[in-house]
């Protein structure tokens, strides 16, 4: 078969779950058929709509790339996100090129969900695998601009309401230092200007949602800059259409019904999916697959003294504040932890100047043959991440190389984690209760031991591509 394979980005620059995901899945199907694999690559252009298309490889594997300009930073992300004129034009010309029997998409960030409608209209079968919640939240992770975590649209009411369609910063600083009991008890009292605005403020956030759903944007921003104790000229955004969120929440749910068949890795997106009305007989489970021959089999080498590890981006959302946080609340002697992700970003920098225990490292970046050799340096694999996660392709690799996992208790996190047995759970942004489970592999030996003997078996890639080629073929035999 010719197979296409769409991502929203690639290796080796961007190094992703959906990334790695789709390249192992698209190499072990390269040995019997014809793959390709296509992402968007934005580059200054003379227009919105300008595009072109350039051909390459990586590791023997074909690749196009979809060559298009950055968005207008004046429209908003989501209106992008619906449909992106010069990525669907530079897809038609990669269309025309390979001549897909059938098109499996990984992501579709910065392509738009148009690239799905292209392709119905060409009569191609398309299999998506939902590695994210792009589909349901324009900021991918269902996390809003405070930090807090969100359960959908709810046909884009929730969107409108938490403001997540604006050009704003986000709200919530990981690094802001909570105040202890006693420093709250002896702050002063807030004078009465500061009480009045505060109490506008939170009177405007009170209204019913039917009703505050109403209130433009621009409106709710001015508000907030009248009662804000320091207003602030540069946070005001750039309006979005109040009809927007809830054409997009439409849009993508009719979108994802034009799709032949729906994959997710985990029970816990595909619930997602289903309560913003996906029927379940349309979203198989199916996990992304290791691949055997880069990891070989599990071994640890052997060394002195309890080591940590974190492997991943360093933004934010992934909470490696917490993890620095907790390591700074223990002796240096006591254990080690190796923190391995691109360095040089303000986040990055701001987690070295937070970091005091000398027995915590930064590593930096790991290309991917390297990265079998963390996980057999460490003994206990950490993801501390703010946002629900799906099926974390680090907590698979920790699995297939006996590392148990410490992992926050929500989403795809605690779907895979049982808690007690294959890893421990912690309640999300809780740097000390992620500092007391780290205690307890140090103050039980036996612990890491004990666990790696009910870490759950991975499946192979191999074994995942023969699913999916069973799949690919019934799909293209209904279309012909």
Not at 43 to 56: K, L, N, Q, T
Not at 77 to 96: E, K
Not at 320 to 333: S, T
Request: hydrophobic letters at 40%; charged letters at 25%; aromatic letters at 8%.
């Amino acid at each position: 078969m010719r197979l296409l394979f769409l991502v929203h980005r690639f290796l080796p620059k961007h190094v992703g779950g959906a990334e790695i995901t789709a390249y192992e899945t698209a190499h072990a199907l390269a040995r019997e058929h014809e793959v390709c694999v296509a992402y968007p690559a934005e580059v200054s252009m003379p227009s919105y709509e300008s595009w072109d298309i350039e051909g390459d490889s990586y590791q023997e594997l074909p690749i196009r790339r979809l060559i298009s300009a950055p968005p207008d930073p004046k429209d908003p992300a989501a209106r992008h996100n619906i449909y992106n004129p010069a990525g669907v034009n530079a897809l038609r010309a990669c269309l025309d090129e390979i001549q897909p029997e059938l098109v499996h998409i990984h992501s579709l960030g910065r392509l738009s969900a148009a690239a799905i409608w292209e392709l119905k209209a060409r009569g191609i079968p398309v299999v998506l695998t939902l590695h994210d919640l792009w589909f349901l939240c324009t900021r991918y992770h269902l996390v809003n601009i405070d930090g807090e975590l969100c359960r959908g649209p709810k046909g884009g009411r929730q969107c409108l309401l938490s403001e997540c369609y604006q050009y704003l910063p986000d709200r919530f600083d990981p690094f802001e230092k909570p105040l202890s009991a006693a420093a709250l008890e002896s702050a002063p009292m807030p004078g009465a200007a500061t009480q009045q605005r505060s109490l506008g403020w939170r009177a405007l956030r009170g209204i019913s949602g039917p009703i505050r759903g109403l209130i433009p944007p621009a409106i709710k921003e001015r508000a907030k800059q009248q009662y804000s104790p320091a207003p602030d000229p540069k946070r005001a955004p750039v309006p979005a259409p109040l009809w927007l969120p809830f054409l997009r929440t439409q849009l993508m749910r009719e979108t994802l019904a034009e799709v032949d068949l729906l994959i997710s890795p985990s029970r816990f997106l595909r619930d997602r999916f289903v309560e913003h009305g996906i029927s379940p007989d349309r979203i198989r489970l199916l996990p992304n697959g290791i691949a055997a021959n880069r990891f070989g089999e599990a071994s640890k080498r052997p060394h002195t003294g309890l080591i940590f590890g974190y492997l991943g981006s360093l933004d934010a959302k992934k909470g490696v504040h917490d993890l620095v946080r907790a390591f700074n609340l223990m002796r240096p002697e006591e254990a080690r932890c190796y923190i391995a992700g691109p360095l040089g970003g303000p986040y990055a920098d701001k987690l070295q100047e937070l970091s005091t225990n000398p027995s915590l490292t930064f590593v930096g970046s790991l290309p991917p043959d390297q990265v079998p050799e963390f996980y057999r340096d460490i003994d206990v694999f950490v993801l501390p991440s703010l946002c629900y996660e799906n099926s974390p392709v680090t907590i698979h690799e920790a699995y297939w190389t006996g590392t148990p996992v410490i992992a926050v208790n929500a989403g795809g996190m605690a779907e895979l984690v049982s808690h007690e047995r294959s890893g421990l759970l912690y309640q999300r942004g809780d740097a000390e209760d992620l500092c007391r489970q780290l205690r307890r592999f140090i103050a039980d030996p036996d612990l890491v031991p004990r666990m790696r003997e009910h870490l759950p078996r991975e499946a192979s890639v191999t074994e995942v591509a023969a699913t999916l080629l069973t799949w690919y073929s019934e799909l293209v035999a209904r279309s012909n």
